[in-house]
T-cell receptor, first 113, second 115 residues
Framework: AQSVTQLDSHVSVSEGTPVLLRCNYSSSYSPSLFWYVQHPNKGLQLLLKYTSAATLVKGINGFEAEFKKSETSFHLTKPSAHMSDAAEYFCVVSDSNTDKLIFGTGTRLQVFP | DTGVSQDPRHKITKRGQNVTFRCDPISEHNRLYWYRQTLGQGPEFLTYFQNEAQLEKSRLLSDRFSAERPKGSFSTLEIQRTEQGDSAMYLC?????????????FGSGTQLSVL
């Protein structure tokens, strides 16, 4: 069965500094992996996806993630944090048969001025 | 707005009461999913439909929960004899035919509080 593990429940950074949100996955085959963001009182929004094409995936708002099979990781990064990036971030794996999404427990990103 | 619509946005109920939520997916999306999200956790899969057929139910979905999608369009999720542990955000999502996870569109959810 597929699963994802988000290694940090909270991450705090200063505005303008890099962001790293860590995610490890478990899958018996090549997975489809995603990062979703959830701002307070708003719906889930897709940031980016990996579906076995390029291992470095670029998403919206300057975020990107790199799929590393040898490390079973799919970490999310951004070179320079903005105050508006403060939100909950979820690493997600998709079940290839049902398109069901399996979410990690989330990482709360705080951005300080 | 042609996004996924959920109603109501908030529901407060007393323990033991029945509640029903509605989800209107994006038109022509044949797959519809229900998730539950509790505070500090990621959304957990409850069930999904392909058209009107309910194809999978999570073990989280006790016999007090029932979901329907009678005409393959909107869906309802009913919770009978609510318990305080049912308090959560209930999310609905839909996806078009041949969609993959990137095509999953989420509604804003129904926040249930059981007193």
């Amino acid at each position: 069965a597929q699963s994802v593990t988000q290694l940090d429940s909270h991450v705090s950074v200063s505005e303008g500094t890099p962001v790293l949100l860590r995610c490890n996955y478990s899958s018996s085959y090549s997975p489809s992996l995603f990062w979703y963001v959830q701002h307070p009182n708003k719906g889930l929004q897709l940031l980016l996806k990996y579906t076995s094409a390029a291992t470095l995936v670029k998403g919206i708002n300057g975020f990107e993630a790199e799929f590393k099979k040898s490390e079973t990781s799919f970490h999310l990064t951004k070179p320079s944090a903005h105050m508006s990036d403060a939100a909950e971030y979820f690493c997600v794996v998709s079940d290839s048969n049902t398109d069901k999404l399996i979410f990690g427990t989330g990482t709360r990103l705080q951005v300080f001025p | 707005d042609t996004g996924v619509s959920q109603d109501p946005r908030h529901k407060i109920t007393k323990r033991g009461q029945n509640v029903t939520f509605r989800c209107d997916p994006i038109s022509e999306h044949n797959r519809l999913y229900w998730y539950r999200q509790t505070l500090g956790q990621g959304p957990e899969f409850l069930t999904y439909f392909q058209n009107e057929a309910q194809l999978e139910k999570s073990r989280l979905l006790s016999d007090r929960f029932s979901a329907e999608r009678p005409k393959g369009s909107f869906s309802t999720l009913e919770i009978q004899r609510t318990e305080q542990g049912d308090s959560a955000m209930y999310l609905c999502a839909s996806t078009p035919p041949q969609g993959r996870g990137e095509k999953l569109f989420f509604g804003s959810g129904t926040q249930l509080s059981v007193l």
